[in-house]
Each structure stands twice: as structure tokens, then as C-alpha cells.
């Protein structure tokens, strides 16, 4: 028998024999109206010839009615909070006897809460400069530029940009299509692409050297074929130390035309815009709101740092893999959106991924119980209004009737208590923040 640790116990438990009796008996009365044996009507088979002949499945049916009501009671009267399924071993099913067995499972382990009341952040500087709203409203400007075709058919010069046909073949390995010509299709897998119209910005600082080079001096109708050696170090690492052969051919010569930062560009950007200025407050705010915004969640991610480094207590295995199971689910949504193929995903190294998930999945198990301490002993609770507002805000999200997503959420056994205590563990986190920020 493993020794009791501070998150595995061991607990033994008996059922009265007359209880098992009275389970028997139910199991019994549910064969008789069920089994079909010849030589006897349905529903008047003796219960003696239905105990010799299925006397396991009785057995079995027995045991899955008893064990796990019995179990959570006795762990309930031992003042036990059980995070994983027990594992039954010494089972004892004799008739006529009690039922006897032993369960082994983990538990919460206990958390002396250190104190969280000192928790101090730097309060966070969310002004904004003009260089800022200068920077942003020039972005604005480029996203409203048109393109207008060259009538001459003169050769491509700096700031032209060139309309092309790409292929793009990779030499050796496939890999991902070069993402680092303008407008190429960035979630085309491993395999060469095909387009049919990319702008290439001849002389542009974010066009790679090669295509600029090859390109500058080219008239509409003119094909050109090259390599691209990406360096080691190149940003996009799908890409980096890779050679790619390209072919283009050149379809037109368009210039760019950017807007003049007036009050006409103001109201082409929204009618809620009268003025250049009504738009420049508005630029204002909206960086001053993603900066707070951002140092919100940089000084939480502070404080949950600080809460797990003064904590020490361990952690129960079950709820470490329940963690990285969901991580690991996030992921593989997130890559079926982007494109990624079930047969693709079968081949990935579970395991390895498994292990790199591991350590992320401690910290937020261990987050998670110690705001769920704090949110005890500060009072933070959390209404059924609010986690209404929560599944009205998912059902928004995921463009699905309310009622189907509570469906789904309450399907899940003890769904809506999780989102009722990740819910409580936000509200105690932004009540950390709000004192930890405090002049």
C-alpha cells in the first residue's frame, strides 16, 4: 500500500451486507423481466438459475451501483475532498457478506495562505506621446491608400509596386511558402505556392533584397526567375536558412496612393469623425486603452508570480493532467482554425508535448487554488446574474443561442461551477490588482 503523502490518501470501505443484498435483489428483478433462457416464459426464470447464470454481470452491477456512492461517502465523512477518480483495489464480493474495498485517490493538499495583503505593483504609466498618435495615424493612413495602375509601359522603378503571378518552390525539405513576399499566402502548409496576384513594393523595407533586385527594371509582360537564400536568423523561422526558387511574371505597375491626413480622411475612416481632431482624440484613447489594457495583464501575470513563489505546497497529479489536457485541446483548436489536418495533428509527439506543457500547467493549478483561498477569506462571490452575462457573452462569441450553450455547458457534469469559479477567481484577481495598484 502506498504511504499517505499530503495529496494521495487511502481510505477503507465497507458496505453493510444487507445492502448489497437489497442491490442484489434490484439487479435480480431487472434480469427476470429482461432474460430470455429456453425452456422458460419471460419474466418467470427463477432467481436461483438467473444467480448461477449471470452471476458476474450481477457481480459487476453490484459493485458499479455501491462502490462509487459509498466511496464519496465515506471520503465525505473522513472530511475528504477527493481530485481524482479512486483507484479500487482488495475488492471483497462474497454473498451473503459485506462488500469490502480499498480506494487509493488524490486530494487537495492543505494551503497556508501566506500574506497577500503587502502585494505591491508599480503603478502602471499609461500616457500616450504624440510621436504615438503621429506613428498611428500614418498606420491609418497607409490602410486607407488606393493603388492606381501606370499607364506607360516603363520599366519598375523604387516605389513602384509590381503586380505579379508567384510560384514559389522550396529547394530540398518542404517547408512553409515564403511568407516574406508581400501578400503570399502564409497558412499554405508544407508545399510550394501558387498565386495569382501579390503587390511586391520594389525598394520597400519590408520586401526581401532578392525580389527588389530582380524585379527593378522590369516591364509588364517580363518573367523573372531567382533564388532566395533566407538567413539563419530571419524572422520568420519557418523560413530561416531556407532556399526558395521563385518564378513571377509581371502583370502591371501600380502606384500607391496614401491619403492626406485631413479632415476628409477623418470622416472616410468613420462618420463618427467630423474633424482630424475628432479622430486624433479618438487615436488617443484607444492607445491609452490598450495600454492600460496591457499593463493590466502584465502586473496580474506579477501578481500570480508572486502568490505561487511564496506558496510552496504540492500539487495533485490529476489536476496537473487536467491542466495540460486543456492547454493541449486550446492548441489543437487553435491549429484545426488555422487550417492544420487531423492526420497531421495524429502524427505530432504527444508526449513531448505533454512534457513541455507541464510546468505552465503547475503554475496555473497552482494560481487557481490560491485564488480560490483568497476568494474564500476575502468573501468574493459570484451572482447567478453574472454568470448568465458570462454564458450570454460566450453564446455572442460563438454566434449560438444562449440555450444551447448552457446546454452544452451544463451537459458537462459540474460545467457551470467551473465557470462560476473561474469567474470568482477573476473577480479576486482584479481585487489583488486594484490594491496592489493603489498610490
Do not use: C, W
Amino acid at each position: 500500500m502506498p504511504e499517505a503523502t499530503e495529496t494521495r490518501r487511502e481510505i477503507q470501505v465497507e458496505i453493510p451486507a444487507e445492502v448489497v443484498a437489497r442491490q442484489t435483489e434490484t439487479i435480480l428483478e431487472k434480469y427476470q423481466k429482461l432474460a430470455r433462457i429456453p425452456g422458460f416464459r419471460r419474466g418467470r426464470v427463477p432467481q436461483s438459475i438467473l444467480r448461477q447464470r449471470f452471476a458476474e454481470e450481477i457481480k459487476s452491477e453490484v459493485v458499479e451501483a455501491l462502490v462509487p456512492r459509498y466511496f464519496r461517502q465515506e471520503a465525505e465523512k473522513q472530511g475528504l475532498q477527493p481530485v481524482s477518480q479512486p483507484r479500487v483495489t482488495d475488492l471483497n464480493v462474497n454473498e451473503g457478506e459485506p462488500l469490502r474495498f480499498k480506494a487509493e485517490f488524490e486530494v487537495l493538499p492543505p494551503i497556508e495562505l501566506a500574506d497577500y495583503q503587502g502585494l505591491r505593483l508599480q503603478p502602471p504609466d499609461t500616457s500616450v506621446s504624440d510621436d504615438e498618435v503621429t506613428a498611428s495615424l500614418e498606420r491609418l493612413r497607409e490602410q486607407q491608400a488606393t493603388y492606381s495602375g501606370v499607364d506607360e509601359a516603363r520599366p519598375l522603378q523604387d516605389g513602384d509596386f509590381a503586380q505579379v503571378t508567384l510560384d514559389g518552390t522550396p529547394s530540398g525539405a518542404a517547408v512553409s511558402p515564403p511568407a516574406a513576399a508581400p501578400g503570399s499566402d502564409k497558412d499554405a502548409g508544407n508545399r510550394p505556392v501558387h498565386m495569382d496576384e501579390v503587390m511586391v513594393e520594389i525598394g520597400g523595407k519590408n520586401t526581401v533584397n532578392e525580389f527588389s533586385e530582380h524585379l527593378r527594371g522590369a516591364r509588364p509582360g517580363d518573367e523573372r526567375s531567382f533564388d532566395v537564400r533566407y538567413p539563419d536568423d530571419f524572422a520568420d523561422e519557418r523560413l530561416a536558412g531556407k532556399t526558395f526558387h521563385y518564378s513571377l511574371k509581371v502583370l502591371g505597375i501600380k502606384r500607391k496612393n496614401v491619403p492626406e491626413l485631413n479632415d476628409e480622411l477623418a470622416r472616410e475612416v468613420s462618420p463618427d469623425f467630423k474633424t482630424l481632431d475628432d479622430l486624433r482624440r479618438r487615436v488617443r484613447e484607444s492607445i491609452e486603452q490598450e495600454k492600460r489594457h496591457q499593463a493590466e495583464h502584465r502586473g496580474k501575470e506579477q501578481i500570480l508570480d508572486q502568490l505561487v513563489s511564496q506558496n510552496h505546497f504540492p500539487v495533485p497529479e490529476a489536476m496537473i493532467d487536467r491542466q495540460v489536457d486543456t492547454r493541449l485541446e486550446r492548441g489543437l483548436r487553435a491549429l484545426a482554425a488555422q487550417g492544420m489536418k487531423a492526420e497531421d495533428m495524429r502524427k505530432m509527439d504527444f508526449s513531448r508535448l505533454r512534457a513541455g506543457q507541464r510546468d505552465t500547467a503547475v503554475r496555473e493549478v497552482k494560481s487557481s487554488l490560491l485564488l480560490d483561498r483568497i476568494a474564500e477569506r476575502e468573501n468574493v462571490t459570484v451572482s447567478d446574474d453574472e454568470v448568465n452575462r458570462e454564458l450570454e457573452a460566450v453564446a455572442l462569441q460563438a454566434r449560438q443561442p444562449v440555450e444551447s450553450v448552457r446546454a452544452r455547458i451544463e451537459k458537462d457534469s459540474g460545467g457551470l461551477e467551473r465557470v462560476r469559479a473561474r469567474l470568482r477567481n477573476e473577480k479576486t484577481l482584479d481585487l489583488l490588482y486594484r490594491r496592489a495598484t493603489q498610490p
